[in-house]
């Protein structure tokens, strides 16, 4: 008699198993994470079967072959920047992000450039052809070596891929697909991972590029379970403001470069623009005279980046103050205006404060905790600081001001934007080449006070 099917409940984001149903998961403490499954056991082996001769043989490393042309340029280097300098061959890159950010627009992009050189298979689960054909036309997509397939049909699209052998693969989205031969529907733990297997192996066998659209749910993460983002090479996430035109590419998981690359677009009417000098954008538009701004200078990766930190501190008219963050940590934000207070004698207890970071840059890097600072001494003074000015450095719990990386490349960016005067920790001064300081005044300060000070 043939062994039965057992059905048990895992969960989405740690895999654990459980025999049944349950609300909160006993593993990660998650809710509503258990999907159900149906697992078939292993037909039994026969007693006394004798056993199998080894039939895999390894490769010595030295013996294996390197191509060194083994990316594809997408067209855009921002994109091909956060992928550590373009697309690598038989790779699987993971692309998710908040519905209508932009995704499959800049995925229907790249092929124009990248069908010049290769045959495209875009696979599409969720739009019919005419509607890829009315995005292709309004992005100017006009490639002749795009073939488009609207199918669901995991086994399928990988037998198309095998006797087709295209260039690139694009998967739009990862949740629609599905295997016949699993029962669950379509989005499910099982479904998104065993598709993603097959699809992985695929490429992989075939050294064919493969990008998978993945949804994500309300929290912000990819849907699905948490062993998908293991299966694939990449993770990217395009993030911003649907409100806002422009948008951030960000890398968190890459085996073929770095994650500390960022990307940065501008969705237009005729689709994404690559904007190459992020700083000048970010900065656009500064009002002159006013209190509570202060420009900063992040290193995303390789890149310097400068930003504009708001802070507007008036007044409470309730009993607690209220504390608001936006592109910045709140405890981060908290314990400076804790040490505002107690090593400098700026009290914030009575005050609203509002701490904003144009652009919809995220700010966590130690180093912009003087810019946080300065705005929100500027703020609550009701002193502007000069227009010219920028300043970075971490500070610490006595006031002082800690040395951080990569300050020579911040003072030649700020700089090569015509900033006049920079604040710098102390530590980082001492060690600033003497010819910097040509086109721009270095300031060095010990603390918090000494900082401001130097300003007004």
Not at 45 to 62: D, E, F, H, V
Not at 88 to 105: A, E, M, N, R
Not at 202 to 214: C, I, N, Q, R, Y
Not at 422 to 427: F, G, L, T, Y
């Amino acid at each position: 008699m043939p062994p039965k099917a057992k059905t048990i409940y895992l969960c989405e984001h740690c895999s654990y198993e459980s025999p049944k149903w349950v609300g909160q998961c006993p593993g990660c403490s998650e809710w509503n994470c258990l999907h159900e499954e149906v697992r078939r056991p292993e037909p039994a082996k026969r007693a006394g079967a004798a056993a199998r001769a080894p039939t895999l043989t390894g490769q010595l490393l030295r013996d294996i072959k390197f191509d060194s042309a083994i990316r594809y340029h997408t067209g855009m280097s921002e994109l091909d920047r956060v992928l550590g300098g373009g697309l690598v061959k038989g790779s699987v890159v993971l692309l998710g992000g908040d519905p209508g950010i932009g995704k499959s627009t800049l995925l229907l992009q790249i092929c124009e450039h990248l069908g010049q050189a290769a045959n495209i298979l875009y696979v599409s689960g969720e739009e019919s052809p005419h509607q890829l054909k009315l995005r292709a036309q309004r992005l100017g997509v006009t490639t002749d070596n795009l073939t488009i397939l609207c199918d669901t049909d995991t086994m399928g699209i990988c037998d198309t891929v095998r006797h087709t052998t295209p260039g690139m693969v694009i998967i739009d989205s990862i949740q629609t697909m599905q295997m016949a031969d699993i029962s669950s529907s379509p989005g499910s733990v099982t479904q998104v991972r065993e598709s993603t297997n097959l699809l992985m192996r695929t490429a992989k066998s075939l050294g064919v590029p493969m990008l998978l659209v993945g949804h994500v749910n309300k929290d912000g993460n990819i849907a699905g379970p948490k062993v998908l983002e293991h299966i694939v090479d990449a993770v990217l996430y395009f993030e911003g403001e649907r409100h806002l035109s422009y948008r951030i590419l960000r890398a968190v998981k890459n085996r073929y470069g770095s994650t500390n690359e960022i990307g940065v677009f501008e969705m237009l009417e005729r689709g994404l623009a690559e904007v190459e000098n992020p700083s000048a954008m970010l900065i656009a538009g500064r009002p002159k005279g006013v209190s509570g701004s202060c420009v900063a200078c992040v290193m995303e990766g390789s890149r310097p980046i400068l930003a504009e930190v708001q802070g507007l501190v008036s007044p409470t008219s309730f009993g607690n103050p209220r504390r608001m963050q936006t592109g910045v940590d709140g405890s981060r934000a908290a314990m400076l205006m804790a040490v505002l207070e107690k090593r400098c004698g700026w009290f914030f207890g009575n005050m609203d404060t509002y701490i904003n970071v144009i652009g919809g840059l995220k700010l966590d890097e130690p180093s912009t905790d003087l810019s946080i600072a300065l705005a929100l001494i500027s703020g609550l003074k009701d002193v502007p600081l000069p227009d010219d000015a920028l300043a970075f450095g971490e500070i610490g719990l006595g006031g002082e001001l800690r040395a951080v990386s990569h300050c020579e490349q911040r003072v030649r960016e700020a700089a090569r934007l015509g900033f006049a005067r920079c604040i710098v920790p102390r530590q980082n001064f001492t060690k600033l080449p003497k010819d910097l300081q040509q086109g721009i005044q270095v300031i060095g300060a010990g603390n918090v006070r000494s900082a401001f000070e130097a300003l007004v």
